[in-house]
T-cell receptor, first 111, second 116 residues
Framework: KQEVTQIPAALSVPEGENLVLNCSFTDSAIYNLQWFRQDPGKGLTSLLLIQSSQREQTSGRLNASLDKSSGRSTLYIAASQPGDSATYLCAVVNSGYALNFGKGTSLLVTP | DAGVIQSPRHEVTEMGQEVTLRCKPI?????LFWYRQTMMQGLELLVY????????DSGMPKDRFSAKMPNASFSTLKIQPSEPRDSAVYFC??????????????FGQGTRLTVV
């Protein structure tokens, strides 16, 4: 059974810092990995999708990397802003197409 | 497309009552997922469909939960009878498969269910 772990569970940084969120998974036979953002009381917003054949994806200030062999992904956020405060969730897809989620990292960016 | 649409957004019901949650996936998506989110367990997969057929419902308590997808644009998740431990946020999501790879999953805004 796929296990997805996100470290740290919570993170507080001052505005302007670059930061890295970590995701690890136990079964490396994945189809893809997706990073989501969830604001309090809201749904999940897709940030980046990395297919198993890819090493990284970039969108604006976000960069996600994937190392399948070691079962790891990182989400890099450059020049963090208070508006980046949210919970960030990592999800992996194995055969069957359903997403397996980690518990998330709660990020607070202080002005 | 308006995205994945769920209704109702909030539902408060008494223990023992029947509850029906509804979902309209993104047009053209052939995968539909129902997830439940709680503080303790995080996001758990309850059931998912591919082309309206149930692919995996192992996460769903089948004595009280049932899920249907009568057509490509509509799905329901029914709980009967409801219990306080069913209180959670229920999310519906959809995605599509192209050339053997599935694309991004998009989530609805969720239904917050409270069973008193």
């Amino acid at each position: 059974k796929q296990e997805v772990t996100q470290i740290p569970a919570a993170l507080s940084v001052p505005e302007g810092e670059n930061l890295v969120l970590n995701c690890s998974f136990t079964d490396s036979a994945i189809y893809n990995l997706q990073w989501f953002r969830q604001d309090p009381g809201k749904g999940l917003t897709s940030l980046l999708l990395i297919q198993s054949s890819q090493r990284e994806q970039t969108s604006g200030r976000l960069n996600a990397s994937l190392d399948k062999s070691s079962g790891r992904s990182t989400l890099y956020i450059a020049a963090s802003q208070p508006g980046d405060s949210a919970t960030y969730l990592c999800a992996v897809v194995n055969s069957g197409y359903a997403l397996n989620f980690g518990k998330g990292t709660s990020l607070l960016v202080t002005p | 497309d308006a995205g994945v649409i769920q209704s109702p957004r909030h539902e408060v019901t008494e223990m023992g009552q029947e509850v029906t949650l509804r979902c309209k996936p993104i047009s053209g998506h052939d995968y539909l997922f129902w997830y439940r989110q709680t503080m303790m367990q995080g996001l758990e997969l309850l059931v998912y469909f591919n082309n309206k057929a149930v692919m995996d419902d192992s996460g769903m308590p089948k004595d009280r939960f049932s899920a249907k997808m009568p057509n490509a644009s509509f799905s329901t998740l029914k709980i009967q009878p409801s219990e306080p431990r069913d209180s959670a946020v229920y999310f519906c999501a959809s995605s599509s498969s192209m050339a053997g790879m599935n694309t991004e999953a998009f989530f609805g805004q969720g239904t917050r269910l409270t069973v008193v």
